[in-house]
């Protein structure tokens, strides 16, 4: 796993944009916690002589919501990996998981977006919790044969002009992919 240190985030270093906290739930010393930005963009790398060979990978994007996020999901955030001449690219919506407890009017709303949201955008099905409270955004996934290359992960949101906050950012997990 890649902590949120290690990876390549846009205007981290800018206190009016990330601020950088401890965090009891993280396995890191701290975390990056988005304030406000209207371009946001994060990038991991990492190679895979790192990892064992002839065996397929999934990378993740590991997140909390603040309980003030804002924004997040006003436009499709871009997600990509690439390894040697091999891309995958997909379209994501960051939006906390909703509770059971919904009115019947607020899944109205939500299924009346999905449905227009799905006439625009081919929409990757990535997004999900964990047991440990965190959530997992699925930026791509690859086979490492015997390699030795550099895996580029990416998370992006820059069409929009709109700000937006609130996205914790504990790092990026490689793990082998599970399919069900």
């Avoid at 949201?117 to 791509?140: A, C, H, M, P, Y």
């Amino acid at each position: 796993m890649l902590s949120a240190r290690e990876l390549s985030i846009k205007w981290a270093s800018h206190p009016l944009y990330w601020s950088w906290k401890p965090l009891p739930q993280s396995r890191f010393a701290e975390v990056a916690e988005l304030r406000t930005i209207s371009w946001l963009e994060i990038q991991g790398l990492l190679n895979t002589r790192l990892l064992s060979p002839k065996t397929c990978y999934g990378a993740y994007l590991i997140v909390k919501f603040a309980d003030r996020a804002y924004g997040l999901d006003s436009v499709p955030s871009e997600v990509s990996l690439e390894v040697g001449n091999y891309k995958s690219h997909g379209t994501m919506y960051l939006s906390r998981p909703k509770s059971e407890k919904q009115s019947l009017e607020n899944i109205h709303y939500v299924n009346r977006i999905k449905t227009l949201r799905s006439n625009v955008f081919e929409e990757r099905q990535g997004l999900g919790e964990r047991k440990d409270g965190w959530i997992e955004i699925e930026l791509g996934y690859f086979y490492n044969d015997l390699g030795d290359e550099e895996v580029k992960m990416c998370l992006k949101e820059v069409k929009g002009e709109h700000l937006k906050g609130g996205l914790i950012v504990e790092g990026i997990e490689i793990r082998p992919k599970e399919y069900s």
